[in-house]
């Protein structure tokens, strides 16, 4: 289930690609599959634990091509152990929303980019999002849950203020949105509530088999029902 468009990206062989908070790997195994040198850099090490089995599976498979090469890395978005410059492609996904220090976290997400590259940010949406704290507490008032709820207008503010140059933005995950909405209003932990179930087993269904129908269900929901926006800029060469 990806969140950002890879075209777009224009991630291929060789291409210097960081997944900054990559949790479970989703696009890092995207970007391997496209021949990319990828880094998983995640606070969490019992997650990179994960990823990087899953990279050599990948390898064994010959999932991975020539040019593809896998690895994790821990550490925190506010201080990353690379030289300015190190990526062509630098990716943010549903992490800056956790951070407390988000312009210092933004700060550093450009300094690792490549003059010329592509940075993407994905963040909840405002209003699905909105919906979601006013249904529940138990969402977001966590330990390393979410902080702050943003306007796209306001974290595109943040980053053209990098001096990064906004190419697209566009809503992802319509289909997931009402499936937060249930968890909020029956309680996030209560996985197996009736309703949470039916719409989780509707959720993997639509993963695994990938039907024409739901596809065409979410293209439309997604303007206006997006659990996610994603922003893409490019970083001027002249940085």
Known sequence: MLTVDFDRLRVGARTRFIDVGAGAGRHSYEALRRGADVIAFDLDEVELKGV???????????????????????????????ADASFDVVLASEILEHVPEDEQAISELVRILAPGGTLAVTVPRFWPEKVCWMLSDEYHAN????IRIYKASELDAKLRGEGLVHTHTHHAHGLHAPYWWIKCAVGVE?????????????????MMKAPRTTRVAEKLLDPVLGKSVALYYTKPLAA
Not at 52 to 73: H, I, K, L, N, Y
């Open 52 to 82: 990087d089995e899953m990279f050599e599976a990948m390898r064994v498979e010959g999932q991975v091509p020539r040019t593809g090469r896998g690895a994790v890395q821990a550490g925190t978005i506010l201080d990353m152990p690379y």
């Open 143 to 146: 330990e390393g849950g979410h």
């Open 190 to 206: 209560r996985d197996q509530h009736p309703a949470v179930r039916a719409y989780h087993q509707l959720l993997v269904w639509d």
